[in-house]
Every structure is written in C-alpha cells, then in structure tokens.
Nanobody, 118 residues
C-alpha cells in the first residue's frame, strides 16, 4: 500500500521556521522525483519545490527561493522541506508528491497545515 505521510506543520510567527517531513512507503522511493505543493484557501495548488530522484537537482518557486530548502534521504524514504523566514503568505496546506515519468506514476500525501501568523 502506497503511503506518503506529511508531518511538521503547525502555527508559527512571521520570521519563524518549520521543517516539514514526508515519509514514503509502498513504492521504490529512490526512483521518484519528489515535490512539495501548497494550497492556500481560495487559491489553486501551486508547486513550491522539487528534487530529483537522487537528490542532486532542485527547483523552487520564485516566492520561496532563498527561504525554503528541499532535501531527501533515500535511506529513510523521506523528503524534507526546511522553511525559514516564513511569511503570512506561506500559510497553506502543504502536500507531498511523488512523481515518475517512465512509466508515469504519481502519488499524493494527505497534506499538513502551515499557518504563519502573529
């Protein structure tokens, strides 16, 4: 059974930090690129960060560049999102996504809430 389980969300003040984790099971984690998406109330889901299957290549949305860092540990089947200098505009539900192009395959986690407020 495929599972992606996010954790680490919560309420933080502006300027604070959080580290999200996504633990994967039920598939060959090291063969999948991993992504973090977020969805704020009333807005479409947007891609925040992505990392290649072996952890070398990364990409970030312009809105989080220099503040967020995506990493992965293939030995632990886990991907992380370190979020620093958080802003109220970062408030959203954050989703973990596993993606593979050949053959095409995609999995989603259930999401974890991040709220940035004073």
């Amino acid at each position: 059974q495929v599972q992606l389980v996010e954790s680490g969300g919560g309420l933080v003040q502006p300027g604070g930090s959080l580290r999200l984790s996504c633990a994967a099971s039920g598939f060959t984690f090291s063969r999948y690129a991993m992504r973090w998406y977020r969805q704020a109330p009333g807005k479409e889901r947007e891609l925040v960060a992505a990392i290649g299957s072996i952890g070398i290549s990364t990409n970030y949305a312009d809105s989080v560049k220099g503040r967020f860092t995506i990493t992965r540990d293939n030995a632990k089947n886990t991907v992380y999102l370190q979020m620093n200098s958080l802003k109220p505009s970062d408030t959203a539900v954050y989703y973990c996504n596993a993606f593979r192009t050949t053959p095409k395959s995609e999995y989603w986690g259930q999401g974890t809430q991040v709220a940035v407020s004073s």
